[in-house]
Structures are given as C-alpha cells and as structure tokens.
C-alpha cells in the first residue's frame, strides 16, 4: 500500500527560497522570517523618507511606554537610524502616571529598553507635573471618566518632557489599527476639528513640538509579531484603568472589520485623509492657556481646567465639551487669581 505523500511546506513568496513562516495580516503573503523583517523595516523607512519626518541633526524623543508599539518603534528607529545615516540624536520619554502594578512594571521595562538600544531615558511623572497621581484621582471620581484625564495630562506630560530633553520632535508608536479607530471616534463624537487632523502623520506643528507617526500605516498585528520573532522585551498587560474606555468598543468594530477585509483599516485611513472641512464651518481659534500657557482654543487648557475642578473637590467639572465650563472661569477668574487655594497650582511645573 502506497504511503501518502505529505504537503509540502510552502515556500516564501518574496524569496521563493526559505519555507514561509506567518501570513502578513495587511497582504495576505505568505514570507518567511527574514523577508517579513525586510519588508516591515523597508516599509516604515519609505514612510519616514517619503514624508520627510526628520533632518539630519535633529534630537528626537521616542514616547516609550513599554508596550509592544514603542518598545518596536525603539528599536526600529534605532535601527534604521543606523543603517540608513539618519544623524538623529535619539531619546526615550516616558510618562509615569502613578499606575500602581501597572505603570511601575511597564517602568523597569523601558529601563531595560534604555540599556538595550543604548538611548538616554527622561522620566515625568503626574505628582510632579500636577500633584495627583492617576491611582489618587481614580479613588476620587471612579472608573467612568479616568480615561479623559490621564489622556488630557499624558498629552501635555509628553509635551513637557520633551521641552525639559529641548528635542525637535517626538515620536509617538500610533498604528494604524489607532488611527483608524480614531478617525472612527471623531466621526461618533461629530469633533470636525480632530477629524481634519487625526490622520496628519506630523501634527502639533503650531504647538511646543511636532508628533511624528512613522507607524500610521504599519498594522497593530504586524507590530506583534515583528516583536515575538525579534524577541524583543515588552510589556504586555493592558491598562488596569481603562477596561471602560469608549475606544474599546471602537477597536472591537476596527478588527471585525478586519477580519472580513485586511484593507479595511487603510480604506478608513485614506477615508479620513480625504475629509473636507466645508469653509463655512467655524473652527477653533488656537491660542494658549492663560494660566499655564500650553497651547489652548480656549482661556484655560483642558489641563488646567481638569486640575481646578480636582483642587476645589469638582472632579467633574471638566468632563464633557460644555461651554460652560471656561465661562464658569471667567466668572470665578479675580477670585481663582485673587485667592488661590493653597492646592491649587496650574497644570505643570514648566511653562511654554
């Protein structure tokens, strides 16, 4: 009786030399090892070339929160940074939000990460910016709208931590399994003004500093398997705070769609690149804080308006988009200038 003959292992469709090993998720190729690592690095090089993100000479912060996303943008900026002569002075900048078993573990990550691709680490923390910690304002207000105040704070932590290490820009690991979900949320929300630029690659030019995106076509799944093949060290446990957070549900959406078509999430990027704000819609007026003069479309920043209601025992009374809130300010301006609360103090200890 003749013995069946086994299937044999398919061959790399880039090479057609070495057996494939994974089923690129955005192409549906089937590569081996060694063609996936060219094909993802060469990729995110023709993205920072084609889009002219950096100079040469220039000092650049890597946001580095010990995840999967910054822990490869770590280690793929520096690599490509060497290969291909960028001259870029490379920073990682973390942001401690006083997470306890959470943000002190994903800490001693990046402190690794500092040794291994041999970048100087900068540190900020939350208690030293504003006097709260995320664990003491979770305690006060609860798991419904954490998320809107550490994203509000992380934002202009990074700011300041790149203000204090005085770079030319910072990078940011969003992919764009992020962007789409963001383009998603803002068209839920109806916030026209970040959807005319949540796709942007380089945003905040008007701002302290400019964000670079070198991940914004880069798939989250690829991301993930680029870092088990390369056996990079990453922190992998989620937000213990954010179980909640109205992005899931938009994430959840973003991969069933996936699921049924890889390209959907591109199609939604090149959806949300395309938008056109109609010349008779009123956009903000971007000017600074009057407080603690971050960029602002309003008197005070979000910041600062989310720390006074912190400091005067109204955590919620910056939750939302009422245009009540700064009017609020106004009314209360002589007296929160006047008669300060001792707590009371604006949002950071640098000013812009």
């Known amino acids: 009786m003749e013995k069946t003959a086994k299937p044999k292992s398919r061959l790399c469709t880039l090479c057609n030399e070495k057996r494939a090993a994974l089923k ?19 990729e995110i090089h023709r993205v920072i070339v084609d889009n002219q993100l950096f100079k040469p000479g ?22 490509l940074n060497r290969r291909h002569n960028y ?15 959470y943000r002190d573990d994903s800490l001693e990550t990046v402190k690794r990460n500092e040794i291994q691709y041999g970048l100087p680490l900068k540190v900020v923390s939350y208690s030293e910016l504003y006097g709260w910690t995320m664990d003491e304002i979770v ?37 764009a399994d992020d962007i789409a979900e963001t383009v998603l949320l803002n068209i839920l929300r109806g916030d026209i003004a970040r959807l005319g630029r949540c796709t942007s690659i380089i945003t905040g030019e008007d701002g ?18 680029y870092a088990y093949f390369k056996k990079l060290d990453y922190f992998s446990t ?49 000017g600074t804080c009057e407080r603690c003069g971050y960029i602002s479309s309003q008197k005070w920043c979000k910041a600062c308006v989310l720390l006074e209601g912190l400091n005067r025992g109204l955590p919620k009374l910056g939750i939302g988009r009422s245009r009540g809130i700064n009017s609020e300010h106004n009314a209360n301006m002589k007296q929160a ?16």
């Open 24 to 42: 690129r998720p955005k192409t549906l190729e089937q590569i081996c090892r060694e063609c996936f690592y060219t094909v993802f690095e060469d």
């Open 58 to 79: 220039e000092r650049i912060a890597i946001g580095a929160s010990g995840g999967k996303d910054s822990t490869v943008l770590a280690y793929v900026m520096s690599e």
């Open 87 to 101: 001259g870029l002075d490379l920073f990682l900048l973390s942001v401690d939000e006083g997470i306890t078993g």
């Open 139 to 175: 305690k006060l207000i609860g798991l419904k709208n954490n998320c809107t105040f550490c994203g509000v704070f992380r934002r202009q932590a990074l700011d300041r931590g790149a203000a204090l290490l005085k770079v030319d820009k910072l990078v940011t690991g969003h992919n």
């Open 208 to 225: 302290p500093i400019p964000r670079c995106k070198p991940f914004k076509y880069t798939y989250e799944k690829e991301i993930v398997m």
């Open 238 to 286: 989620e937000c213990i705070y954010s179980p909640n957070a109205y992005r899931g549900f938009a994430r959840e959406f973003i991969k069933d769609l996936e699921r049924m078509r890889p390209r959907a999430i591109l199609d939604i990027i090149k959806s949300g690149e395309d938008f056109r704000i109609s010349t008779s819609t009123k956009m903000p007026e971007q």
């Open 337 to 352: 200038n006047g008669t300060q609360s001792l707590q009371s103090k604006q949002c950071g200890s640098l000013d812009f």
